[in-house]
């Protein structure tokens, strides 16, 4: 569903990711976990072409992005660790901007439903601008999932959620990974990406040291069967204590 191949970003004679391959297949849910700089925003921001990389392919639902970027975008759900949402758009009318801007009908009983999970319909004519930092991350995720993507990509996406609303994400995550979607997350959140991911890919200075579960990982390591998804990634990336 989502195909990485040798995907290489610089900046200039810096190399923010090196030669990184993996898929994410459909039904499943991918945690990106990594030290900071170790290359995974970057990494999302050239899925969903906010970046462009200096070479390497990325392919969305069997759509090239470097040759069909209409059709390889419009699979993909974004959210970015700072949502920056249109300010003079109501909680509503940027699902109403969604919908028009993927040429779908304007789903009410979907869009309550998502408004009411994420503790947003009460705000829902309310103007962005005035959503705290909290509600403006809930007010990202629900855009992401009105469309129904193929893909979903969210960078630190429980950072600022009340306990409620990383809950409700979670759940949302979890259908959707029943419904086939391909789900890609960055977090430093080791425990909730030992619970939430399938597999993992670990990321350190813009390379892959590992990818695979939490048992493939126990297997590679000297540490005990015992070992957390923390222990395992402080003992890989050469960060112990």
Excluded at 28 to 39: D, Q, T, Y
Excluded at 50 to 62: M, T
Excluded at 203 to 225: A, C, I, K, N
Aim: glycine content about 8%; hydrophobic content about 40%.
């Amino acid at each position: 569903m989502l195909e990485i191949s040798g995907l290489t970003k610089r900046f200039g004679a810096f190399t923010a990711v090196q030669n990184l391959s993996f898929v994410v297949r459909p039904g499943e849910i991918v945690g990106l976990l990594g030290p900071n700089g170790a290359g995974k925003t970057t990494t999302l921001r050239c899925i969903a072409s906010i970046l462009q990389p200096s070479s390497g392919k990325i392919a969305l639902d069997g759509h090239d992005l470097g040759t069909q970027p209409e059709a390889a975008k419009r699979r993909l759900a974004y959210v970015p660790e700072v949502p920056n949402p249109y300010e003079m758009l109501t909680v509503y009318e940027h699902l109403r901007f969604i919908a028009a801007a993927y040429d779908s009908p304007m789903d009410l009983p979907w869009a309550e439903e998502l408004l009411q999970r994420m503790d947003l319909w009460g705000k829902r004519h309310e103007l962005a601008a005035s959503l705290s930092k909290g509600m403006r991350q809930k007010l990202a995720c629900v855009c992401a999932f009105f469309h129904r993507p193929a893909i979903y990509c969210f960078d630190e996406p429980l950072i600022g959620l009340d306990p409620k609303g990383a809950r409700e994400l979670k759940n949302l995550l979890a259908e959707r990974r029943v419904e086939g979607a391909a789900i890609l997350v960055s977090t430093h959140m080791l425990d909730t990406a030992e619970r939430l991911c399938d597999r993992v890919i670990i990321m350190h200075r813009g390379e892959m040291l590992f990818q695979g579960t939490v048992e493939d990982l126990q297997e590679r390591s000297s540490l005990t069967h015992a070992a957390t998804l923390e222990d395992l990634f402080l003992h890989l990336t050469g960060e112990e204590v």
